[in-house]
């Protein structure tokens, strides 16, 4: 395993789409380079997602597991599921985190999880707190408040110009999931 001098926080934030997109295109160019990589998604729950099957194939280098409840959440409704899962997958990354042994570990859709308040923001900036500092942690999701915008050493904030589904086009198989 390849150690960084200094393991950076990403974030990739915003309401257009390409923040997951765009940290499993970080996750293949690393394992192209011999690093390894563990991804923890939040809140993705039904399954069907292509990058579950797809990534399997960059195992051992690249691992990825996923939580979440079916169906979906309401902002202070039907939370309990919910957040079990979100529990469950936080405890991961914990332990993935501090163990040192992943030179990317990639938090997928856990500002969801915080903006649905399933996780207090505390507990969150904590663990980045308990990151080695050889490690690269990338947060993806909507709405990254400015305490974690200012935390991270780099930000991209995905915006919306134009979009299929404005045309009637779903979500197609192996584009949007």
Not at 145 to 157: G, K, P
């Amino acid at each position: 395993m390849v150690d960084f001098p200094k393991g950076l926080i990403q974030i990739y934030t915003g309401e257009g789409k390409g923040k997951t997109t765009a940290a499993l295109g970080l996750a293949i160019r690393a394992v192209g380079h011999g690093l390894h990589v563990y991804i923890i998604q939040f809140m993705k729950g039904r399954g069907g997602y292509g990058e579950l099957e797809g990534l399997k194939r960059l195992q051992p280098e690249c691992q990825l597991e996923h939580f979440g409840a079916p169906g979906w959440v309401h902002k202070g409704e039907n939370i309990e599921e919910h957040s079990r899962e979100v529990r469950k997958a936080f405890a991961r990354a914990q332990e993935i985190i501090v163990s040192g042994e992943w030179n990317i570990v990639i938090l997928d859709e856990i500002f969801n999880a915080l903006w649905f308040e399933l996780i207090p923001e505390s507990e969150v900036l904590e663990l980045l707190s308990m990151k080695p500092s050889h490690v690269e942690l990338v947060l993806t999701g909507r709405n990254a408040s400015q305490t974690f915008i200012e935390r991270a050493d780099l930000v991209t904030e995905m915006v919306p110009r134009k979009h299929p589904f404005e045309q009637g086009i779903m979500a197609r198989l192996g584009i949007e999931y």
